[in-house]
T-cell receptor
Framework: AQSVSQHNHHVILSEAASLELGCNYS??????LFWYVQYPGQHLQLLLK??????LVKGIKGFEAEFIKSKFSFNLRKPSVQWSDTAEYFC?????????????FGTGTRLTIIP | ETGVTQTPRHLVMGMTNKKSLKCEQH?????MYWYKQSAKKPLELMFV???????ENNSVPSRFSPECPNSSHLFLHLHTLQPEDSALYLC???????????FGQGTRLTVV
C-alpha cells in the first residue's frame, strides 16, 4: 500500500523567508506526484505536478518541487514567501497498476506567513 | 472556480437526521469521488464512481450512501451519523479514474 508523509504539521515564517515543505512517499512503482494548496475558505487547487522528465518542476505562484527518486521525496520550495501564501499544503501521490491507480494524500502542512 | 460545485457549504445535523450532500461538475469528466478530511488525518477516499458505476468503496459505514444518477452529479446521503463523522467532505472529479483530480470547496459537516 502506498502512503505519503508530510513531516511538518504547522510552519510559521516571516515574509521573504525561504520555504521548504517536506514530502516523502512509499511506493515501489512508477508514481505521479502532486502538491495541492487550500487557501482559507477556498477549495483545494493544484499547485504543481510531476509526471516524468525534468525532476525539478515549476508550478504557479513561484513554487517549485524536486522529485528525488532515490529518497522517495518530493519537497516543495519557494525562495521568498508572501503573506498570501498562508494556506494548507497537501502532497499527493498517484500510484498503482494501470487501471487501478490510487491517489493518496498526506496529512497536510499548515503554513502561516507573518507580515 | 474549478468546475466542481458542492452544496451545502456547511451542514449541522443531529444523529437521527437524514441529509444529503450534492456535488456537480461541468468538466465533462467521467469519474467522481467522495473524500473525507478529518483533522490531523490524510484525506480518506470514500467512494469512486467511473461512468456512473461505483468502482470502489473503501469500507465506508453504511450510514453513508452514495448515488451517481449521471456523470455530472454525485450525492452522498447521510443517515444516523455519529459525532465522529464530523469532518470536511470533499467531492472531486477527473477525466478518467486515476487521472488528475479537480476538487470542490467541500461541505463542512458537524454532527451534534
Amino acid at each position: 500500500a502506498q502512503s505519503v508523509s508530510q513531516h511538518n504539521h504547522h510552519v510559521i515564517l516571516s515574509e521573504a523567508a525561504s520555504l521548504e515543505l517536506g514530502c516523502n512517499y512509499s511506493y515501489g512503482g512508477t508514481v505521479n506526484l502532486f502538491w495541492y494548496v487550500q487557501y482559507p475558505g477556498q477549495h483545494l487547487q493544484l499547485l504543481l505536478k510531476y509526471f516524468s522528465g525534468d525532476p525539478l518542476v515549476k508550478g504557479i505562484k513561484g513554487f517549485e518541487a524536486e522529485f528525488i527518486k532515490s529518497k522517495f521525496s518530493f519537497n516543495l520550495r519557494k525562495p521568498s514567501v508572501q503573506w498570501s501564501d498562508t494556506a494548507e499544503y497537501f502532497c499527493a501521490v498517484l500510484g498503482g497498476h494501470f487501471g487501478n491507480e490510487k491517489l493518496t494524500f498526506g496529512t497536510g502542512t499548515r503554513l502561516t506567513i507573518i507580515p | 472556480e474549478t468546475g466542481v460545485t458542492q452544496t451545502p457549504r456547511h451542514l449541522v445535523m443531529g444523529m437521527t437526521n437524514k441529509k444529503s450532500l450534492k456535488c456537480e461538475q461541468h468538466l465533462g469528466h467521467n469519474a467522481m469521488y467522495w473524500y473525507k478530511q478529518s483533522a490531523k488525518k490524510p484525506l480518506e477516499l470514500m467512494f469512486v464512481y467511473s461512468l456512473e458505476e461505483r468502482v470502489e468503496n473503501n469500507s465506508v459505514p453504511s450510514r453513508f450512501s452514495p448515488e451517481c444518477p449521471n456523470s455530472s452529479h454525485l450525492f452522498l446521503h447521510l443517515h444516523t451519523l455519529q459525532p465522529e463523522d464530523s469532518a470536511l467532505y470533499l467531492c472531486a472529479s477527473s477525466r478518467e479514474e486515476g487521472t488528475e483530480a479537480f476538487f470542490g470547496q467541500g461541505t463542512r459537516l458537524t454532527v451534534v
